[in-house]
């Protein structure tokens, strides 16, 4: 799943502090040298330690063998509840929207690669079905345009003589909690 994206948001709860499932899935992230973006959440509760928790990732980071760089990841403080953020965890309150937490994923994580021009692969992490739809392959467009009507070749991973054709009927794009229709999507998407 880690080869589907191209940074990380590790959001860390400001009272609970990081969760023992937290150090799998960011042990594998800086494996790949993936772009990491802290996110302390839920600032505003009356049992935050920010300071202690700040110490926790620290640690954690460590423990894990970051490196210098993945250990000055940017981090973000935000309450969730309030819709806020801010680079300042001693003034929480200076937050008034969440464009802190925008601003630091634009900057910091790498944009997609791909060669839109290049012939069309997709990376397909997990099978989904929609009773209108039919199946339906979930992952990334490596390279190249998809576009609906398109006829391509599927490969399977674990049995590379295996190949089946097919053609694109629907394509959707995720928006908010859900689906929305779309025409073609190009590397990255």
């Known amino acids: 799943m880690l080869?589907?994206?191209?940074?990380?948001?590790?959001?860390?709860d400001a009272a609970e502090g990081c969760m023992p499932q937290t150090r799998f899935v960011l042990q594998k992230a800086l494996q790949q040298n993936l772009s990491l973006v802290i996110a302390v959440n839920k600032i505003d509760r009356?049992?935050?330690?920010?300071?202690?928790?700040?110490?926790?990732?620290?640690?954690l980071l460590m423990d894990l063998g970051a490196t210098d760089e993945q250990l000055d990841s940017p981090m973000v403080f935000c309450s969730g509840r309030n819709g806020t953020a801010?680079?300042?965890?001693t003034h929480p309150e200076n937050g008034t929207d969440l464009k802190?937490?925008?601003?630091?994923?634009?900057?910091?994580?790498?944009?997609?690669?791909?060669?839109?021009?290049?012939?069309?692969?997709?990376?397909?992490?997990?099978?989904?079905?929609?009773?209108?739809?039919?199946?339906?392959?979930?992952?990334?467009?490596?390279?190249?345009?998809?576009k609906v009507g398109?006829?391509?070749?599927?490969?399977?991973?674990h049995n590379p003589d295996l190949h089946m054709t097919?053609?694109?009927?629907?394509?959707?794009?995720?928006k908010a909690n859900g689906r929305e229709p779309i025409e073609q999507a190009a590397a990255g998407d």
């Open 166 to 174: 097919g053609r694109i009927t629907k394509l959707f794009d995720f």
């Open 150 to 157: 398109q006829a391509v070749q599927v490969c399977d991973w």
């Open 100 to 146: 802190p937490l925008f601003d630091t994923i634009l900057k910091y994580v790498t944009p997609p690669e791909g060669e839109p021009e290049a012939p069309m692969q997709m990376l397909v992490s997990s099978v989904d079905y929609n009773d209108f739809v039919g199946r339906m392959g979930v992952g990334r467009v490596q390279n190249g345009i998809i």
């Open 86 to 89: 801010s680079y300042d965890w």
């Open 3 to 12: 080869k589907m994206v191209n940074g990380v948001l590790l959001l860390v």
């Open 46 to 59: 009356p049992d935050a330690r920010i300071k202690e928790v700040i110490d926790e990732i620290l640690e």
